[in-house]
């Protein structure tokens, strides 16, 4: 299965800083998804966008889908050291039911 | 809200024996559910789809006897490491949805097992 890209693989900030972080993928997709993992535990799903959605958001978070340049976009607003974890854009595809494709990952650092 | 619980969180094993891992889905049938690995420091990769009463489905380069798919119930999926090598060291993650749900919209992840093969 074909990976995602994201971008950038490591981000160190501030708190109280914006994290943005990109994601492309290379087919079409029925939704995208965005999770927070933090060192050696489970995944934590985020937020949801699908392909006929252009901008969502949730509490510090904003998500944006361009799927003519196959790219999203996560934003973390005012940054905390808790926010601090591994971030990954997940893809579901129209064919396959439930099978998510997961990109490469950044991974965020944030200091107090 | 949903969830999926996944045993255990860590086994540590000797090289050459076999270790199962559960996954189970706590409020919902799930019809099918995933396994995907992760070694450190990079991201998950899809090991197979595990489909309730039938065989599973395996990505291209995962090997099917070395990784046993059991989906026995519309709540439980096993993986079982078998004849478990270092390499095969790593974090197992499950994952599954309820039947009907959107596609791929309504999925629930276990919270992982972390295999460390001496």
């Known amino acids: 299965s074909q990976q995602g890209e994201e971008d950038p693989q490591a981000l160190s900030i501030q708190e109280g800083e914006n994290a943005t972080m990109n994601c492309s993928y290379k087919?079409?997709?029925?939704?995208l998804q965005w999770y927070r993992q933090n060192s050696g535990r489970g995944l934590v799903h985020l937020i949801l966008?699908?392909?006929?959605?252009r901008e969502k958001h949730s509490g510090r978070l904003r998500v944006t889908l361009d799927t003519s340049k196959k790219s999203s976009s996560l934003l973390i607003t005012a940054s905390r050291a808790a926010d601090t974890a591994s971030y990954f854009c997940?893809?579901?595809?129209?064919?396959?039911?439930?099978?998510?494709?997961f990109g490469q990952g950044t991974i965020l650092t944030v200091h107090p | 809200g949903a969830v999926v619980s996944q045993h255990p969180s860590r086994v540590i094993c000797k090289s050459g024996t076999s270790v199962k891992i559960e996954c189970r889905s706590l409020?919902?049938?799930?019809?099918?559910m995933f396994w995907y690995r992760q070694f450190p420091k990079q991201s998950l990769m899809l090991m197979a789809t595990?489909?309730?009463?039938?065989?599973?489905?395996?990505e291209q380069g995962v090997e099917k006897d070395k990784f046993l798919i059991n989906h026995a119930s519309l709540t439980l999926s096993t993986l079982t490491v078998t004849s478990a090598h270092p390499e095969d060291s790593s974090f197992y993650i499950c994952?599954?949805?309820?039947?009907?749900?959107?596609?791929?919209?309504?999925?629930?992840f276990g919270s992982g097992t972390q295999l460390s093969v001496l």
């Open positions: 994952s599954a949805g309820p039947r009907g749900g959107v596609r791929g919209e309504k999925l629930f």
């Open positions: 087919t079409s997709i029925n939704n």
């Open positions: 966008i699908r392909s006929n959605e």
């Open positions: 997940a893809t579901a595809y129209a064919t396959s039911y439930g099978k998510l494709t």
């Open positions: 409020d919902f049938q799930a019809t099918t």
């Open positions: 595990s489909n309730e009463g039938s065989k599973a489905t395996y």
